[in-house]
């Protein structure tokens, strides 16, 4: 068995776990996604350590983190989004965030989540599942909560939003190993997420088929037709505008998931 590289992180005990990747390109790619402070670096840098890349997105002026782990010797590289309340407004920021899962098609994404404010976090969450279903929530901030009297009944809460849901503190440590072995039993496909969505309205539904159709017509092989599909209907002219102008179908073509070598961002929707 391998031994710990980092025996502070793992408290010492035997394991498989390892920061950095080493030269390794990564077998899977984890992004984390989470509304302002609600710990995203915290938890990035705990599971990265100091081996980390940091640079923009290209062509933006958004700061890109990237790092990775090695765990029971799967190689996983992080990606740390920018910390964003929606994916839907027209924010530098929100942009990148939309367009890498949309496009880069992480392995997993794990949405970390502020555990004395569940509710307003939730909104992000909603979101992420809409474009992926490998999605996993992090209540971080466990150790604030517990001061304030708040409590967080995570085997309710997996179940009511059918995703695994760990808790953790970023300061303690706590719960973090957890969240290793949840992004590993996600990512090779032993444990699959299924996110509950509200029930869709069969009008709607019909409507959102057609228009996937003829989405698919227009972009052959376009990732998350629907996705986009919601986003006409709601009269999105930036998303309408991308699609017939072929930007969309660009921006698929070069965001593809960065298993070799770094993934590339940029073009505006
Ligand atoms: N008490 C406590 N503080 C935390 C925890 N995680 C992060 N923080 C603190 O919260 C602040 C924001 O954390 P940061 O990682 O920068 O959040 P980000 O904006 O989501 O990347 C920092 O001061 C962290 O030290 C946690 O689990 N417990
Ligand atoms: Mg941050």
């Not at 997993?108 to 490998?134: K, M, S």
């Amino acid at each position: 068995m391998e031994r710990c590289g980092d025996c502070q992180a793992c408290g010492g005990s035997e394991t498989v776990f390892r920061r950095g990747l080493k030269e390794r390109e990564p077998d899977y790619v984890v992004a984390l996604a989470g509304n302002p402070n609600t710990g995203k670096s915290s938890i990035f840098n705990w599971l990265t350590g100091l081996h980390q890349h940091v640079g923009n997105w290209p062509g933006k002026t958004v700061s890109r983190a990237e790092g990775g782990f090695v765990y029971q010797g799967r190689a996983y590289r992080l990606v740390d989004l920018p910390g964003t309340y929606s994916l839907l407004s027209a924010s530098e920021d929100e942009e990148v965030a939309r367009n890498y899962l949309l496009f880069g098609r992480p392995d997993v994404a794990v949405v970390v989540a502020d555990a004395t404010a569940l509710e307003r976090n939730l909104n992000l969450f909603f979101q992420v599942i809409e474009i992926l279903p490998d999605v996993i929530l992090a209540v971080n901030l466990m150790d604030e909560a517990r001061r304030k009297g708040l409590q967080v009944d995570t085997r309710k809460l997996a179940q009511r939003l059918g995703v695994p849901v760990v808790a953790t503190s970023a300061r303690t440590g706590e719960g973090l190993m957890e969240l290793v072995d949840t992004i590993d039993r996600v990512a090779t496909g032993v444990l699959r997420p299924q996110p509950k969505r509200p029930d869709p309205d069969p009008e709607l539904e019909s409507a959102v088929n057609r228009l996937v159709e003829k989405i698919l017509q227009l972009a052959p092989g376009l990732p998350n037709a629907r996705w986009v599909a919601y986003r006409l209907l709601e009269g999105d002219l930036r998303i309408q505008r991308a699609l017939l102008e072929g930007e969309l179908l660009e921006l698929a073509r070069r965001e593809r998931k960065p298993v070799r070598g770094v993934s590339v961002l940029s073009g505006k929707i």
